[in-house]
């Protein structure tokens, strides 16, 4: 089966930490372009863009992961029950003194 593209953005960083989310559940992934920003002028910009690339059996439940993944880090924020600080909701600690959120 032919590797298909799942995901693609113009950070690496953000393109290898998809890769890092399907990884943890099993998807094996590709970056690729991970260099390719120094072909900008000669590509179109988003032509140069770090891509994550699956194999075509896994890139429905590539997407799914990927999804949960993003909806995930749109938690709303939360109070820490010890200082008071606001946290974004992606956090399981507290910023401020490492408390736990639970």
């Known amino acids: ?3 298909k593209l799942v995901y693609t953005h113009p950070s690496i960083v953000a393109v290898t930490q998809a890769a890092s ?11 690729q372009n991970q260099y390719a920003a120094g072909a900008i002028g000669e590509l179109a910009p988003i032509d140069a863009w770090p891509e994550l690339w699956v194999e075509g059996k896994d890139w429905a439940r590539a997407q799914d992961a990927l999804e949960r993944a993003t909806q995930a880090g749109h938690s709303p924020e939360w109070r820490c029950s010890k200082c008071n600080n606001s946290n974004p909701g992606s956090f399981d600690f507290c ?8």
């Not at 989310?21 to 970056?31: P, R, S």
């Not at 910023?95 to 639970?102: L, S, Y």
């Open 1 to 3: 089966m032919t590797d």
């Open 21 to 31: 989310t399907l990884e943890q559940v099993g998807i094996a992934a590709k970056v």
């Open 95 to 102: 910023w401020h003194c490492g408390t736990d959120r639970a």
